[in-house]
C-alpha cells in the first residue's frame, strides 16, 4: 500500500499464487464432496461423516490458504 510503481509487479504475483491456491482448494473440496456422495449412495458412510469430513475439508482449506500470508 505505497505509492510505489514497482510494487505492482508483486502484487500480480500474490496474486497468481492466490489463483492458484483457490483452485486448489476448490477441486479438493469437490472431490471430498463428491467422495463422500458416491459412499452415501452405497450406503457407506453416514450424514455425519460427510459433516465432519465437509468440517475437515473447510479447516484444510482455511489452513491451505494461509500459506499466502507467509509469502
Known amino acids: 500500500m505505497t505509492d ?14 492466490t489463483r492458484k491456491i483457490v483452485w486448489q482448494n476448490i477441486y479438493f473440496a469437490m472431490g471430498v ?4 456422495i458416491v459412499l452415501g449412495v452405497f450406503g457407506v458412510a453416514t450424514m455425519w461423516e460427510a459433516v465432519f469430513g465437509d468440517m475437515g ?7 491451505n490458504a494461509i ?5
Not at 464432496?33 to 463422500?36: R, V
Not at 500459506?67 to 509469502?71: A, D, E, P
Open 67 to 71: 500459506r499466502i500470508l507467509k509469502s
Open 33 to 36: 464432496k463428491l467422495g463422500f
Open 4 to 17: 510505489s510503481p514497482s510494487k505492482v509487479s508483486i502484487a500480480i504475483d500474490v496474486a497468481k499464487r
Open 57 to 63: 475439508v473447510a479447516l484444510i482449506a482455511v489452513f
